[in-house]
């Protein structure tokens, strides 16, 4: 049973896990496949569609992390858990946080994505902290 202070940071994230969700659907229909892990809503693609998406690996939405395959979910998870705890941090502000910080890197002349400070965040701590299952 979920503790009460768990039920709140589920809340306090579920604008974005509601993004999540509705993106997850169509591939849900489509056969692809679903898992809870650790508090999570895993949703990989179907395997014929990753052939449509070679560039993407996988993404959060407060507690929905959808992947192109099985595969993606588990090489990227412990990435994607960093970012869950993002989004329970910072809840939907993590949207106009995330987009802010990657504007500022390119004003900056750095990277979009990689030098994001959660995507720092999200590669540092994912090789420092294996996630415990
Ligand atoms: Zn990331």
Same mark, same amino acid.
Do not use: I, T
């Given at each position: 049973m979920l503790h009460i202070r768990c039920w709140g940071i589920y809340l306090w994230a579920f604008p974005a896990s509601a993004c999540g969700l509705i993106l997850a659907l169509p591939l849900l229909l489509l056969g692809g496949k679903v898992n809870w892990v650790t508090g999570v809503l895993e949703v990989c693609a179907p395997r014929y569609c990753a052939q449509w998406v070679r560039h993407f690996g996988a993404i959060t939405f407060g507690h929905v992390v959808i992947a192109r395959d099985v595969e993606q979910m588990v090489a990227l998870r412990e990435h994607e858990r960093v970012h869950v705890r993002q989004y329970a941090r910072w809840g939907v502000l993590f949207f106009p946080l995330y987009i802010g910080s990657s504007c500022w890197q390119l004003l900056r002349g750095? $990277?979009?994505? $990689?030098?994001?400070c959660f995507e720092r965040e999200a590669y540092g701590d994912a090789r420092k902290a294996p996630l415990k299952r």
């Open positions: 750095r $990277r979009f994505y $990689r030098d994001n």
